[in-house]
């Protein structure tokens, strides 16, 4: 277990740096830096020695060429027992380096910047980190190559422990994490240059012509959606993955699933809204003027389904909706926040999961296939009834367009063929994931707890022929949202004038498989 008698430290993120340096000094290890990495080095009372020092060769090029140069690479490379690598060391005059402490320039924070220009974040491409890097990685067993803040307490630990020594497992360990990093750094680089057109005026590509993925593993999970199947949750940041979690067990890969579905629903509104989901379909969804209306409406759509459901809410959770929400068994509720009443009103069901969720822009959707993935941009799309064609003789009365308004929305959300019969703000029969749209429809209904007689139904496709638009009016719908395009339009069209029913079209399809 060989000591660590020289490192170099070149760091962009310093947090922790002066200290694990103290830590490395009191050891005897031999410092070695750049630029602000030495400042803040000397400010906190310890000898450097400056690369160009050690090189004989001053920066330059505004600091894009500082460390690469044989002195540093073949004192990191050189393989220690190796008898004619160290003879060329000493021929040359060049000292090993036993560490490296590198992490790199922020590249994915300034391409995740909106208001970066191309060139900022070409300049914000690391050179001589990466190389470092993996200079030091590839001869883990001499050199251990330190990337992360995080390690530094666990290493300080270690070398107390071994007299300024490291194991080899730790040496592999880093040299690990190294090559994820250098891997990650060069994906983060080029997805976000695939993407990007060298004319700063054009658009960039939203799919990439190829799809890199580096995603850390956050948890195991107890088991996949069957007690069978092995499962994993990693978390790439925000949304339902990235939520803290405030109040009980462990989630399940079907939560999860749940709670995404949940989340995606309520991000279509503004007023206090709630959702309820069971299977990722909704079995109850509102809208209405406080949070604690909008739960109970969701809630009276399904209450049967509604056990054991996932529950979602775009406003804080306050004490009255707490109150109401500890009277039926859920898996678990998230979002944006809860007050601290509810919180000691929900926290008394252990088995509870509570979560705080941050809003999500729209971004891609990937889903596996044998093979390979898909990818898609999300269904965000807003349509508004300035844009729909009232394609019968009788228009929707205000009511029912504020009501086909709300449909609309969270039809999306149902799973194909997907027919939702609702009032204004409030779902009243859900009928989703059926092979046929006339079965979507009878199920809708008779999943009613509700009075059906003047609601109003959206389908996230179109009726290919009139018996789905009857069923709907025979269940008591007086209006009708869908898209068209079908070639049995006309004859749908005339189904609905002769039983009265007002009927719109989107021009957009919402299918969710």
């Known amino acids: 277990m060989p000591k660590i008698r020289r490192a170099l430290l070149s760091v962009t993120d310093k947090s922790g740096l002066a200290e694990f340096a103290q830590a490395l000094s009191k050891h005897g290890v031999e410092l070695i830096s750049t630029g602000g990495t030495a400042r803040l080095l000397r400010d906190s009372g310890l000898a450097v020695r400056d690369v160009a020092e050690v090189t004989g060769f001053p920066?330059?090029?505004?600091?894009?060429?500082?460390?690469?140069?044989?002195?540093?690479?073949?004192?990191?490379?050189?393989?220690?027992?190796?008898?004619?690598?160290?003879?060329?060391?000493?021929?040359?005059?060049?000292?090993?380096?036993?560490?490296?402490?590198?992490n790199l320039y922020a590249f994915e924070k300034t391409a995740a910047d909106p208001e970066a220009?191309?060139?900022?974040?070409?300049?914000?491409?690391?050179?001589?980190?990466?190389?470092?890097?993996?200079?030091?990685?590839?001869?883990?067993?001499?050199?251990?190559?330190v990337t992360g803040a995080g390690d530094y307490d666990a290493l300080v630990s270690e070398l107390d422990a071994n007299d300024g020594a490291l194991s080899a497992e730790t040496h592999w360990s880093l040299a690990q994490k190294?090559?994820?990093?250098?891997?990650?750094?060069?994906?983060?680089?080029?997805?976000?240059?695939?993407?990007?057109?060298?004319?700063?005026?054009?658009?960039?590509?939203?799919?990439?012509?190829?799809?890199?993925?580096?995603?850390p593993r956050s948890q195991v999970l107890r088991y996949g959606e069957n007690p069978h199947q092995q499962a994993a949750l990693y978390v790439a940041g925000g949304g339902v993955a990235g939520a803290k979690k405030l109040h009980g067990k462990e989630?399940?890969?079907?939560?999860?699933?749940?709670?995404?579905?949940?989340?995606a629903l309520i991000q279509e509104f503004d007023e206090p809204a709630c959702a309820i989901i069971k299977h990722t379909n909704?079995?109850?969804?509102?809208?209405?003027?406080?949070?604690?209306?909008?739960y109970k409406a969701a809630l009276e759509c399904d209450p049967v389904s509604a056990f054991g459901s996932v529950i979602s809410v775009n406003r804080p959770v306050d004490s009255e909706t707490a109150a109401l929400m500890s009277s039926l068994f859920v898996e678990a509720i998230a979002a944006p926040s809860f007050e601290p009443e509810a919180l000691a009103v929900l926290t008394k069901k252990k088995n509870i999961r509570l979560l705080e969720v941050a809003p999500t822009e729209p971004g891609v959707t990937l889903k596996s296939v044998s093979g390979g993935m898909l990818a898609q941009t999300e269904d965000r799309r807003e349509t508004s009834p300035d844009g729909w064609e009232v394609v019968t003789k009788r228009a929707p009365t205000a009511e029912e367009e504020e009501a086909l308004r709300f449909g609309w929305k969270v039809c999306k959300h149902v799973k194909s063929n997907a027919i939702l019969y609702c009032r204004a703000g409030q779902t009243v029969g859900v009928g989703a994931g059926q092979m046929s749209r006339v079965d979507a429809a009878k199920i809708g209904a008779s999943k009613a707890k509700l009075p059906l007689a003047g609601t109003v139904v959206a389908s996230d496709a179109f009726f290919p022929f009139p018996d789905g638009l009857e069923t709907v009016a025979e269940a008591g719908a007086t209006a009708v949202v869908q898209p068209g395009g079908s070639k049995g339009d006309p004859g749908v069209i005339e189904a609905a004038d002769r039983l009265g029913v007002a009927m719109v079209f989107t021009g957009v399809r919402h299918f969710r498989h």
């Open 117 to 145: 220009t191309f060139d900022q974040k070409i300049e914000n491409i690391d050179i001589g980190g990466p190389t470092l890097i993996r200079a030091a990685a590839k001869n883990f067993r001499d050199v251990a190559v």
């Open 251 to 263: 989630l399940s890969y079907n939560n999860l699933v749940d709670l995404d579905a949940c989340w």
């Open 178 to 215: 190294a090559f994820q990093r250098t891997a990650a750094y060069d994906r983060a680089i080029a997805s976000t240059l695939t993407a990007l057109p060298l004319d700063g005026n054009a658009e960039p590509e939203v799919l990439p012509a190829t799809l890199d993925l580096s995603i």
């Open 59 to 102: 920066e330059m090029l505004d600091g894009r060429v500082k460390t690469i140069h044989p002195r540093i690479a073949a004192g990191v490379l050189a393989i220690r027992g190796n008898a004619d690598h160290m003879a060329a060391l000493s021929a040359h005059e060049i000292e090993p380096i036993d560490m490296i402490v590198v």
């Open 282 to 294: 909704p079995c109850g969804c509102a809208q209405q003027a406080t949070l604690a209306e909008a």
